[in-house]
């Protein structure tokens, strides 16, 4: 059973191209416990299991929420630009935009936790 995860978990890593830093992050364990795991030297509590399971069922859209860190993606959609000219009807957010970006980000993170609990 960990040997069939543990080849899920690499060969998801090398599709997406996340790191084990990344992955480590999203399932909420040290970095050093995901690579003994991944190298079969360590097993996982079942909580950590379901995580994993998780993260791994995550379509497109949730997987980007997921592993979103909040760069620039909020700035480049304040400012859309055609040719140096506005795009006529462009989205336009006050100062705060990127608190909005944050408390999405803080509201999928949630949900998804909660999906993992259940």
Do not use: P, W
């Not at 040997?3 to 996340?18: P, T």
């Not at 379509?59 to 000219?85: D, E, I, P, V």
């Amino acid at each position: 059973m960990f040997s069939s995860l543990r080849d899920r978990v690499k060969a998801y890593l090398a599709k997406f191209e996340y790191t084990q830093k990344q992955m480590s992050a999203v399932i909420g364990v040290s970095e050093s416990h995901l690579a003994d795991f991944l190298s079969g030297r360590r097993g996982l509590s079942d909580i950590t299991f379901s995580k994993i399971e998780h993260v791994l069922s995550l379509n497109a859209g949730q997987r980007k929420f997921q592993f979103y860190k909040g760069r620039n993606t909020g700035t480049r959609a304040c400012h859309l630009q055609s040719k140096g000219q506005n795009v006529r009807g462009q989205v336009s957010y006050d100062k705060s935009y990127g608190d909005a970006i944050e408390e999405t980000l803080v509201a999928f993170q949630k949900i998804n936790q909660n999906r993992i609990e259940a």
